[in-house]
């Protein structure tokens, strides 16, 4: 703080960055130490076949819970560990521990993964898949990998490649907040997906904005016709899922149905037989 008398004014400036970067360097060590004891957890969240409101499977999503910092967002730390390199750390221990507690769930349920851009430009990504399912006897088939735009944009060429191995494994493979990119109808036409991700910026308010409903209502038969299924993220309300089925969306996943929650409510629920059916009035019930 010695700064502050001596510079003038520039130095509440140097001030704010010195401790924007106290805070990074600082997130950054704990996160270090976070990844040495495994504290980052996989959450799942509840991705459900909109049609009959069956479950059918998880995302995995990151949770870092620190004593001090409170839960620190995975957009955070996420994009912090893309930065630092510690992506790779973390999403082998959370893929790991995911397959480990999927394994003993229903053989009908899958999980989907989300993957960093980072990552996809790794040489030996597919082969590290291929040891970890190898390693926790979780069948590939079972395992969906999600990508975002951002991972092939630059080149797309050796993402082909890179889906193309994941698929030989049995893996499927999703683009992710689909309709935020630049050249979503390009990629689509190039790359062999198996699945959209609708993002939730046009899912959640889609009941109440008829331009959204168009667009949504346009992937959903895009996505159809080029023989690729759908899920729509961000559910949140009865009337959104409602319009959603009168779209015939096939997959859908958001609050409605149930948060991101860790393995043991995962192990509960599975062990009670979910279903989840609508009670217009009162939102989406969960029948245990
Ligand atoms: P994403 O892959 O698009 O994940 C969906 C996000 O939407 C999750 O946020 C989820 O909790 C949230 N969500 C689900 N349902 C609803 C809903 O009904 N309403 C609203 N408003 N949000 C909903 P989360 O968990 O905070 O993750 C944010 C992003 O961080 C993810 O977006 C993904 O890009 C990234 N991320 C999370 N976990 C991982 C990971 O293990 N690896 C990598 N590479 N990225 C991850
Ligand atoms: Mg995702
Ligand atoms: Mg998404
Ligand atoms: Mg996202």
Redesign the pocket.
């Known amino acids: 703080r010695a700064k502050k008398e001596g510079r003038g004014r520039i130095s509440y400036f140097d001030d704010a960055l010195g401790e924007r970067l106290r805070e990074l360097a600082e997130l950054e060590a704990e996160l270090t130490a976070a990844i040495e004891r495994e504290e980052i957890e996989?959450?799942f969240?509840p991705i459900v076949q909109i049609a009959d409101r069956k479950l059918v499977g998880f995302?995995?999503?990151?949770?870092w819970h620190h004593d001090r910092l409170g839960n620190v967002?995975?957009?955070r730390f996420?994009q912090l560990a893309e930065e630092t390199g510690q992506?790779a750390a973390?999403?082998w221990q959370?893929l790991r521990k995911a397959c480990i507690a999927a394994r003993d769930w229903d053989p009908s349920l899958t999980i989907a993964?989300?993957?960093?851009a980072k990552?996809f430009r790794d040489a030996d990504l597919s082969p590290r898949i291929e040891a970890i399912l190898r390693e926790t006897g979780f069948p590939a088939e079972r395992l969906e990998i999600?990508i975002?735009e951002t991972a092939i944009i630059d080149d797309i060429d050796r993402a082909h490649e890179v889906i193309d191995q994941l698929r030989w494994q049995g893996i499927q493979i999703s683009l992710?907040?689909f309709g935020t990119g630049f050249s979503s109808l390009a990629t689509l036409s190039r790359l062999p997906f198996d699945r959209l991700?609708i993002?939730?910026s046009f899912v959640?308010t889609v009941s109440q904005d008829r331009q959204k409903a168009k667009i949504v209502a346009g992937i959903i038969s895009l996505a159809g016709s080029l023989d690729l299924s759908v899920t729509a993220?961000?559910?949140?309300t009865e009337d959104t899922l409602e319009m959603l089925a009168g779209l015939q969306c096939p997959l859908g996943?958001?609050?409605?149905f149930d948060?991101?929650m860790p393995r043991d409510k995962v192990d509960d629920l599975l062990s009670h037989g979910v279903t989840w059916t609508g009670e217009m009035t009162h939102g989406t019930q969960r029948t245990v």
Not at 253 to 256: D, E, F, N, T, V
Request: charge should be negative; glycine fraction near 6%; charged fraction near 30%.
């Open positions: 996989p959450y969240q995302e995995v999503l990151a949770r967002p995975p957009d996420i992506i973390i999403s959370i993964f989300n993957l960093s990552q999600e975002t992710d907040d991700k993002d939730s959640t993220e961000g559910i949140e996943q958001g609050y409605l948060r991101p």
